[in-house]
């Protein structure tokens, strides 16, 4: 990983991350969805076998296929999801909005209320690897918020079965019905509707850039959560901190995929070239090195700026999905921080704690989008209505400020629906 002197960077040479997609793949999801709207379960069934290599009968998991896996599951693993689901369920429980209803002036009363989307759909990938921690992020919430349908995708194997461990994540979270399929297609079904799958009010989870894309591609249609990136980390560290651990951090993030961004940002030159170091070191012991190997080269970065300041400014340039705040007092420096998706605060806090285990939810902003989003929330799954009642006599105090404003508008019949109301017969 190379070492940069974060004050003779350009501003696009910090970090260069653009996720729009290639036209081939633009021109390729949009067949795809054509064909799902066109063809159903049938094209479906033709993409599992042609992406997936799996012969599907019936789309949906049926029960004794969840019964199977959770028959073959360790106890251990299964205590492990439960727990995990008690610790995420908790913290978005904290998230749940109250109605609020104001009636301070005399014949007037306001107010708001949250009301859940009716059916969500959850995507949860496949390939490389399998992630029942996303399952768990991404349906708890919409079960606090109160979301009576819960419709996940993923693909199955080529055995033409979902991997176990999903299926046991999923009974645990509480989704309502889970279907073998994978990719853009999984997206279309779930936006426009088949035979089997019903089409939802709005689809959460990560994916390829495949997934991404179509997911842009049906927003308007159904409500989304956000167009994920590759992954990213970023270790905020002082020379105080063990730079095998910072190491191991940063290659936390760079076994998930060859595209994700590593980045450590130190005040200290000493930090940064054991780092460099212990990178080297802890690389091929990894089972996933390849792929580690190719983000920490292609997209990894090791910026040294003069102070802690100036290091807190490049984590708000780069606004990273992950941040680690590896410092003795990481709270002096929470505030100062206006860009990331999740924090990690200290020095015994990994990333892995927060993707797992801990509550906060890691479907996170990426790209930089942590300037304007937020983490995936029991929010994703709510809709707010304002609501208002004026009696007679309320409205008729302000009547003429609302006609005129609608004249000034030039907007009429505005004015009418006011004013008619009190007009003499």
């Not at 909005?97 to 104001?102: A, G, I, L």
């Not at 901190?241 to 191991?248: E, F, G, I, L, R």
């Amino acid at each position: 990983m190379k070492i940069y002197e974060f004050d003779k960077l350009r501003p696009e040479e910090i970090l260069n991350r653009d996720i729009r997609a290639e036209k081939n793949v633009e021109d390729v999801v949009d067949g795809i969805l054509a064909d799902v709207r066109a063809r159903g379960d049938a094209a479906l069934r033709d993409y599992a076998q042609k992406f997936d290599g799996a012969t599907l009968g019936e789309l949906e998991v049926s029960p004794a296929e969840l019964e199977e896996a959770f028959a073959n599951m360790d106890s251990y693993f299964l205590e492990t999801l439960r727990a995990a689901a008690a610790n995420i369920e908790a913290f978005h429980k904290q998230q749940v909005h109250k109605n609020f209803v104001m009636n301070e002036q005399p014949g007037i009363l306001l107010g708001q209320k949250y009301t859940a989307i009716e059916k969500a759909g959850v995507y949860v990938p496949g390939g490389t690897a399998a992630y029942p921690s996303t399952v768990l992020m991404d349906v708890i919430p919409a079960k606090v918020a109160g979301v009576k349908d819960i419709v996940m995708t993923t693909p199955a194997g080529k055995d033409g079965k979902v991997n176990p461990v999903i299926l046991a994540a999923a009974a645990t979270a509480g989704v309502t019905k889970i279907f073998k399929v994978g990719g853009a297609q999984a997206i279309g079904a779930l936006a426009y509707g088949t035979e089997s799958i019903p089409a939802v009010d709005k689809i959460v989870g990560p994916g390829n850039i495949y997934v991404a894309t179509a997911k842009r591609k049906v927003y308007g249609k159904v409500g989304i959560d956000m167009i994920a990136g590759p992954s990213e980390i970023l270790v905020l560290a002082d020379g105080t901190c063990n730079p095998a651990w910072v190491a191991a951090d940063l290659l936390s993030q760079a076994e998930h995929d060859k595209l994700a961004s590593p980045v450590l940002v130190t005040d200290s030159a000493a930090l940064a070239k054991a780092v460099q170091a212990e990178l080297e070191v802890q690389i091929p012991q990894l089972p996933r090195a390849e792929i580690a190997r190719a983000s920490v080269d292609t997209n990894g970065k090791i910026l040294v700026c003069n102070d802690l300041k100036k290091a807190v400014e490049a984590v708000n340039i780069i606004a990273p999905e992950h941040l680690e705040i590896c410092v003795d007092d990481p709270f002096a420096v929470l505030n100062d921080i206006r860009n990331a998706g999740s924090i990690f605060l200290g020095k015994n806090v990994p990333e892995a704690l927060g993707d797992y285990f801990a509550g906060p939810n890691h479907t996170l902003p990426t790209s930089g989008t942590a300037r304007f989003s937020s983490p995936l929330s029991v929010d994703d799954f709510v809709k707010k209505s304002s609501f208002l009642y004026y009696t007679r006599d309320a409205l008729e105090a302000v009547a003429p400020r609302i006609a005129d404003f609608a004249e000034r508008e030039g907007l009429h019949a505005h004015a009418k629906s006011v004013t008619i109301r009190y007009e003499k017969k």
